[in-house]
């Protein structure tokens, strides 16, 4: 099993178990479509780490383009679940947010660990 997938694969888990373990405790913070935002979250992490690694080479420009292609696609899903009206805007907006961002703070901390390794 290689130590990108483990990687992944832990930060994937933690994140559903830590939402699952602050849902349970009864904090309001959570959309109800908050799932649907990992999940979607996940199938575009997914999808850019496996064309990067398709190319075999992991360079500054991909990576800015897989970055930037995220952040499109991520406008299009708030704009599509904001277009059929789904109730709590505002909390579902934030939550996306967050959300975002630490997958892009992880994925980060995956390319300076890579980094790191090479040198």
Same mark, same amino acid.
């Given at each position: 099993?290689?130590?990108?997938?483990?990687?992944?694969?832990?930060?994937?888990?933690f994140?559903?178990?830590?939402?699952?373990l602050?849902?349970? =405790?009864?904090?309001?913070?959570?959309?109800?479509?908050?799932?649907?935002?990992?999940?979607?979250?996940?199938?575009?992490d997914?999808?850019?780490?496996?064309?990067?690694?398709?190319?075999?080479?992991?360079g500054v420009?991909?990576?800015?383009l897989s970055?930037?292609?995220?952040?499109? =696609?991520?406008f299009?899903?708030?704009f599509?679940?904001?277009? =059929?009206?789904v109730?709590?805007?505002?909390?579902?907006v934030?939550?996306?947010?967050?959300?975002?961002? &630490?997958?892009?703070?992880?994925?980060i901390?995956? =390319? &300076?660990?890579?980094?790191?390794?090479?040198?």
């Open positions: 099993m290689s130590k990108f997938f483990v990687v992944n694969f832990s930060f994937y888990l994140f559903i178990l830590g939402s699952i602050l849902s349970n =405790l009864n904090f309001h913070i959570f959309h109800h479509h908050f799932y649907v935002i990992i999940l979607f979250n996940i199938i575009i997914f999808f850019f780490k496996g064309l990067v690694n398709f190319f075999n080479s992991p420009y991909r990576v800015l970055t930037f292609f995220r952040l499109f =696609l991520s299009i899903f708030i599509l679940f904001l277009f =059929l009206q109730n709590d805007q505002i909390l579902f934030i939550n996306f947010l967050v959300v975002y961002l &630490l997958f892009i703070i992880f994925e901390s995956i =390319l &300076l660990l890579n980094l790191r390794d090479t040198n």
